[in-house]
């Protein structure tokens, strides 16, 4: 079994972390964004989050987690910095896994900042931010796990090819059929997830440092006893770059999948009280 990589930051200094501007009674959402190799869709899309930010219910930090991109993502995550004193950026070695940032990221939000709910996005512009809101809504409601969904009434992706398409209607009927998941877009990497939530993810032995890793975490959600809902959108075409998404990763994501349904997910205790 592939052990999840070890966080790889270091706890802030509390000066250096104040969160601003301190608007309190605010609940604090932490939009956690993975990058590597994003430099001509950072910067597009941490202007767009800061630019709703005003109007959104919660306090919202963006967290981007870089993962040694070649094309210069990290320098402009820190220019980012100097003129957003909510964008926070974890440097790690190298390329980790999707599966492997996400996890670095929340352990990051709840014990630096104690963030109240945490965020997936795509740093490519596939998600767009204006959903945000929705999202922050349904989870005011008291859902523990908000899906932005594809796959629902609203919902839809522009030019995709039929090949995308095909895995990912899929790895969703996989999904569904294996792991029982109450959510009709269940690969989506567009989420909403709420504290009880990611502290109840960490107790588990994840297995998938990658894109399974969405799978996996949604097991582990309905698992704890969480509750779900989903949010449409509209799935935009990547802006610029490549996606990192190949072969071996759509393998291993069918192998997880049916693996979790079976096995089902570890806790993290040495006795290992399958589930
Ligand atoms: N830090 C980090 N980011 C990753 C990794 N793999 C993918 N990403 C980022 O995760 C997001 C989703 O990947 P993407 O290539 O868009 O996948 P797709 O939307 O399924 O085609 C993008 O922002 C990628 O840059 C990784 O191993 N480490
Ligand atoms: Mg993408």
Redesign the pocket.
């Known amino acids: 079994m592939i052990e999840p990589a070890p966080p790889t930051f270091k706890k802030v200094p509390l000066l250096m972390q104040a969160r601003e501007p301190k608007t309190k009674a605010k609940l604090l959402h932490c939009q956690v964004?993975?990058?590597?190799?994003?430099v001509e869709?950072i910067s597009v899309l941490v202007e767009r989050i800061e630019n709703l930010r005003a109007h959104l219910p919660f306090d919202l930090m963006i967290i981007v987690?870089?993962?040694n991109s070649s094309d210069g993502t990290a320098d402009k995550v820190k220019q980012l910095m100097e003129k957003f004193g909510n964008v926070k950026l974890i440097q790690?070695p190298g390329?980790?896994?999707?599966g492997?940032?996400y996890m670095d990221g929340f352990a990051y939000s709840i014990s630096n900042f104690n963030a109240d709910y945490v965020g997936e996005m795509?740093?490519?512009l596939?998600h767009p931010p204006e959903v945000l809101g929705e999202m922050m809504k349904r989870a005011s409601e008291g859902v523990d796990v908000v899906v932005a969904s594809r796959y629902i009434p609203g919902g839809g992706s522009a030019d995709w090819s039929f090949g995308?398409r095909l895995i990912s209607r899929g790895a969703n009927l996989l999904t569904r059929i294996c792991l029982r998941v109450p959510i009709k877009d269940a690969t989506s990497?567009y989420r909403l997830i709420g504290q009880r939530a990611i502290k109840g993810l960490f107790e588990y032995q994840l297995s998938s440092k990658?894109?399974s890793f969405q799978v996996e975490s949604l097991y582990a959600y309905k698992k704890l006893g969480m509750t779900f809902a989903e949010v449409p959108y509209k799935f935009e075409t990547?802006k610029a770059?490549?996606?990192?998404?190949n072969t071996k990763e759509i393998w291993r994501f069918f192998r997880t999948t049916v693996k979790t349904g079976i096995l089902g997910l570890k806790k993290k205790e040495k006795e290992g009280q399958a589930h």
């Open positions: 964004i993975p990058t590597y190799n994003e869709n987690v870089d993962d790690r390329l980790m896994g999707l492997s940032a795509d740093a490519d596939q995308r990497g990658g894109y990547r770059g490549e996606t990192k998404l």
